[in-house]
């Protein structure tokens, strides 16, 4: 088994932290993105038929 270096334990540590990073900022803008792509379908859903949410009592 190749001996790790102090160098390559850096870049490592390195390379997680930064893929954390990234991760931590891309997970939320796809989940915001989902989440108004949702919101807009219902919107124009509700729009194309305005009784649909309404209650007949």
Do not use: Q
């Not at 270096?5 to 891309?26: I, N, S």
């Not at 796809?30 to 807009?40: E, F, N, P, Q, T």
Request: hydrophobic share 55%.
């Amino acid at each position: 088994m190749a001996e790790m270096t102090y160098a390559g334990y850096v870049l490592a540590a390195y390379m997680v932290f930064v893929a954390v990073l990234l991760w931590d900022f891309v997970v939320p803008h796809i989940r915001i993105r989902r989440l108004l792509r949702g919101v807009r379908l219902l919107a124009a859903r509700r729009a194309a038929n305005p009784r649909r949410g309404d209650l007949d009592r």
